[in-house]
């Protein structure tokens, strides 16, 4: 399966900090990055999808100037929380595309907490 | 509104025996299914997918897909505590659509 990589694995922040989650394909070239999250006992939700070199696409409800992705190589997607509230709080997971893959794997996850 | 319904649990199981997951989704158009473990605090990781009626099977996990009751299922034979997680279900409705999943079923396999 694919080797995904996501820092940090876990962060605490104040409210109104921005947070930066990295995820990074290790063993193949990811057109395409879905980035999850998932609260307490709650199923995945997909946020947004990034595809490399064009703008990411936003799930409805999910607020675009708040959750900002970067997906300038085909190795690399960034998500970053923007003035981060405690209803941020959540566990973030990236998962590497293209589209059309039989399966789909996932990083290990960003467990985010702001106080 | 696409839906994947499963029972929350815990199923609680004692070791050694089979344990029998299931899965029901709305979306008639939907083409594979995947089974995912998630531990606690943990991302999930892939089980198994199926894409055509009837069972598959992989080591001590099976799935099994009836489409015409829009029903996927999973059993686990000779359950041991390592299995205890919870267990997520996740449908897509072709190769160029993301997965919709369930809220997951906790299983505990008590030795």
């Known amino acids: 399966g694919a080797v995904v990589s996501q820092h940090p694995s876990r962060v605490i922040c104040k409210s109104g900090t921005s947070v930066k989650i990295e995820c990074r394909s290790l063993?193949?070239?990811?057109?395409?990055m879905f980035w999850y999250r998932q609260f307490p006992k709650q199923s995945l939700m997909l946020m947004a999808t990034?595809?490399?070199?064009?703008?990411?696409?936003?799930e409805q409800g999910v607020e675009k100037d708040k959750f900002l992705i970067n997906h300038a190589s085909l190795t690399l997607s960034t998500l970053t929380v923007t003035s981060a509230h405690p209803e941020d709080s959540s566990f973030y997971i990236c998962?590497?595309?293209?589209?059309?893959?039989?399966?789909?794997?996932f990083g290990p996850g960003t467990r985010l907490l702001v106080l | 509104q696409k839906e994947v319904e499963q029972n929350s649990g815990p199923l609680s199981v004692p070791e050694g025996a089979i344990a029998s997951l299931n899965c029901t989704y709305s979306?008639?158009?939907?083409?594979?299914f995947f089974w995912y473990r998630q531990y606690s605090g943990k991302s999930p990781e892939l089980i198994m997918f199926?894409?055509?009626?009837g069972d598959k099977e992989d080591g001590r996990f099976t799935a099994q897909l009836n489409k015409a009751s829009q029903y996927v299922s999973l059993l686990i034979r000779d359950s041991q505590p390592s299995d205890s997680a919870t267990y997520l279900c996740?449908?897509?409705?072709?190769?160029?659509?993301?997965?919709?999943f369930g809220k997951g079923t906790m299983l505990l396999v008590s030795p």
């Open positions: 063993d193949f070239q990811a057109t395409t």
């Open positions: 979306d008639r158009g939907s083409q594979s």
């Open positions: 990034s595809n490399e070199g064009s703008k990411a696409t936003y």
């Open positions: 998962s590497p595309g293209p589209l059309g893959q039989e399966t789909q794997y």
């Open positions: 199926i894409y055509s009626n």
């Open positions: 996740a449908v897509r409705n072709s190769g160029y659509s993301t997965l919709t």
